[in-house]
């Protein structure tokens, strides 16, 4: 059985970046609830293959290149659910916080070949974002208001360029690091108890 799980691993390899895996679920919506207190083995599975290990074969594949070149960066995302334990995406927050182990990891051990890897977590209206808000007005305006800053980030103007910078020369002594591009939602949490009864 681990055989067929590994051979099934190796095919997955690159198939994604794993930032994309909640927009990515098919069938799974917002208002999916994932608790503590459930059973769900295969949806977990789903959740880490895609969640943290699509970025961790990326990670293996892309590490002989940057390592022959003696510099590169590695830039995953990671989410402010796992950081703030956000209700009902239980799956979800699992994956992304290995992620965040992951990237420091790979950050300790990839230095001595000035490869820097870090993450971003950001607070921006994503697509997923973008569905609740049309399923949800009034969660995501309650989600947005919760913010510090009143509102969440755009992705191409408040991501984009930290997303820049991590990624260019002027980030080559600057490794290990989790960014939290979020408007200040990390700081104290944002206390969001969504309505999904």
């Known amino acids: 059985m681990l055989e067929d799980y590994d051979d099934q691993c190796d095919r997955r390899r690159g198939l994604g970046l794993a930032s994309a895996w909640l927009d990515e679920q098919p069938g799974q919506s917002w208002q999916d609830r994932w608790t503590a207190s459930e059973r769900f083995g295969e949806r977990v599975r789903a959740g880490f293959d895609m969640g943290a290990m699509a970025a961790f074969w990326a990670m293996q594949s892309a590490f002989p290149?940057?390592?022959?070149?003696?510099?590169?960066?590695?830039?995953?995302?990671?989410?402010?659910?796992?950081?703030?334990?956000?209700?009902?995406?239980?799956?979800?927050?699992?994956?992304?916080?290995?992620?965040?182990?992951?990237?420091?990891?790979?950050?300790?051990?990839?230095?001595?070949?000035?490869?820097?890897?870090?993450?971003?977590?950001?607070?921006?209206?994503?697509?997923?974002?973008?569905?609740?808000?049309?399923?949800?007005?009034e969660n995501a305006a309650a989600l947005a208001s919760a913010n510090p800053m009143g509102r969440m980030g755009d992705p191409l103007e408040d991501i984009g360029p930290v997303a820049l910078f991590l990624g260019s020369d002027d980030c080559r002594y600057m490794t290990g690091n989790t960014l939290f591009v979020d408007g200040e939602s990390h700081i104290n949490g944002v206390q969001w108890s969504p309505n999904v009864d």
């Not at 402010?80 to 956000?86: E, M, P, R, S, T």
């Not at 927050?93 to 051990?109: C, D, I, Q, S, Y």
């Not at 977590?121 to 994503?126: E, L, T, V, Y």
């Open 65 to 137: 290149e940057l390592k022959k070149h003696g510099t590169g960066r590695v830039i995953n995302i990671a989410s402010l659910n796992g950081v703030n334990a956000h209700m009902y995406s239980v799956a979800y927050n699992m994956a992304k916080e290995a992620l965040r182990t992951l990237t420091r990891t790979a950050a300790r051990e990839w230095a001595q070949h000035q490869i820097c890897c870090n993450i971003i977590c950001p607070g921006a209206k994503s697509a997923a974002f973008e569905r609740m808000e049309a399923a949800s007005p």
